[in-house]
């Protein structure tokens, strides 16, 4: 019998590692903003804020995290986003192999 619970942490786990990987070197807020992102993103299938929203299961009103989510989105630094992209590419290049690097 295949334990589905165990498979949906494991999932959740490995993708918060790799959110984790990637915010190397921001704030806190932003490492939050990152993770909240792209789980949501790839549990709802969507790039819209409001699926995002609706796939994260916060207790507070979707409202409220739509809100927090858009603002972050807006006030993101130019470094912050420089260094997501570099862990990125640090983290891909390892999967590459070495003719495409």
């Given at each position: 019998?295949?334990?589905?619970?165990?498979?949906?942490?494991?999932?959740?786990r490995?993708i918060?590692?790799?959110?984790?990987k990637?915010?190397?070197?921001?704030?806190?807020?932003?490492?939050?903003?990152?993770?909240d992102?792209?789980?949501?993103?790839?549990?709802?299938?969507?790039?819209?804020?409001?699926?995002?929203?609706?796939?994260?299961?916060?207790?507070?009103?979707?409202a409220?995290?739509?809100?927090?989510?858009?603002?972050?989105?807006?006030?993101?630094k130019?470094?912050?986003l420089?260094?997501?992209?570099?862990n990125?590419?640090?983290?891909?290049?390892?999967?590459?192999?070495?003719?495409?690097?």
């Amino acid at each position: 019998m295949t334990n589905y619970t165990t498979e949906t942490y494991q999932t959740k786990r490995d993708i918060l590692n790799f959110c984790n990987k990637l915010s190397q070197g921001i704030t806190k807020s932003t490492k939050k903003f990152n993770s909240d992102m792209i789980y949501g993103m790839l549990s709802s299938h969507s790039c819209l804020i409001s699926e995002i929203t609706r796939s994260l299961k916060e207790e507070t009103k979707d409202a409220y995290v739509n809100d927090r989510l858009s603002t972050k989105l807006m006030n993101l630094k130019n470094e912050e986003l420089d260094t997501i992209e570099d862990n990125y590419y640090k983290n891909v290049m390892e999967y590459l192999p070495e003719k495409y690097c």
